[in-house]
């Protein structure tokens, strides 16, 4: 009969030695949860994933030496990895490039201790979490996580002016309408109006669903709002 381990293996990545060693010292008070390695930059993670198959990832992508691009690359390499990241960034835009990158549960790094632990439980159990201000801010964005597959990569075609893609572009970018329209030199009303436009030909009524069309299209690149300013709305 073949031996089998009930240990769920992790891999921690971060930039900081000072957050590793804080999750691996967490991770030793947590039962049935062995880490079996660290990385300090996106392609260390990439190569630990495939030299250990690590059941679960805590990773911080917006740490210096990754991107939401390393999130994509675990998941080629090993589907059946599961991804909890841990940042500083709770922005709408960096949740739903986020999750459509394959990231499973996601925390932010001022948690307390109690919901880490928790978070790490339940992903490496193939759960899903969210700490308490996670689930705000995508109730704040009106954002579907059971969702995120729903709009189709222009299967049929779907035809923007140029203005509309101007103002899709500026909206992706993180910019109100106000600053939309200051931009462009509108009014408010006509950017609201092209806004309201631009969701009736998507056929989606938020503003993250207008992101992923414009990250998906390639209107703007995936990391270009990452770094935003938390707490920017339409």
Do not use: W
Request: net charge negative; with cysteine; hydrophobic share 40%.
């Amino acid at each position: 009969m073949p031996f089998t381990s009930d240990i769920t293996t992790l891999a921690i990545a971060d930039s900081s030695a000072l957050f590793r060693l804080g999750v691996r010292n967490m991770v030793k008070q947590v039962d049935g949860i062995e880490v079996i390695g660290e990385a300090s930059s996106g392609d260390d993670l990439v190569g630990l994933v495939r030299s250990f198959a690590p059941d679960v990832v805590v990773l911080d992508f917006l740490s210096e030496g990754f991107d939401i691009d390393v999130v994509r690359r675990v998941k080629v390499e090993r589907p059946t990895t599961r991804v909890l990241a841990i940042t500083h960034q709770q922005s709408g835009h960096t949740l739903v490039n986020a999750l459509r990158a394959g990231v499973d549960s996601y925390i932010k790094k001022d948690c307390d201790l109690g919901e880490v632990e928790d978070a790490i439980r339940e992903t490496a159990q193939g759960g899903t979490f969210f700490c308490g201000k996670i689930l705000d801010r995508i109730r704040q964005e009106s954002i579907d996580v059971e969702d995120l597959e729903a709009l189709p990569l222009t299967c049929d075609p779907i035809h923007l002016s140029a203005r509309e893609t101007e103002v899709l572009q500026l909206i992706a970018e993180g910019m109100t309408n106000t600053q939309v329209a200051d931009k462009l030199f509108l009014s408010a009303h006509t950017v609201t109006t092209h806004r309201k436009n631009i969701l009736s030909k998507l056929g989606v009524n938020n503003t993250a669903a207008m992101v992923m069309y414009a990250v998906k299209t390639g209107l703007v690149s995936p990391n270009k709002f990452l770094f935003q300013k938390e707490g920017v709305s339409s």
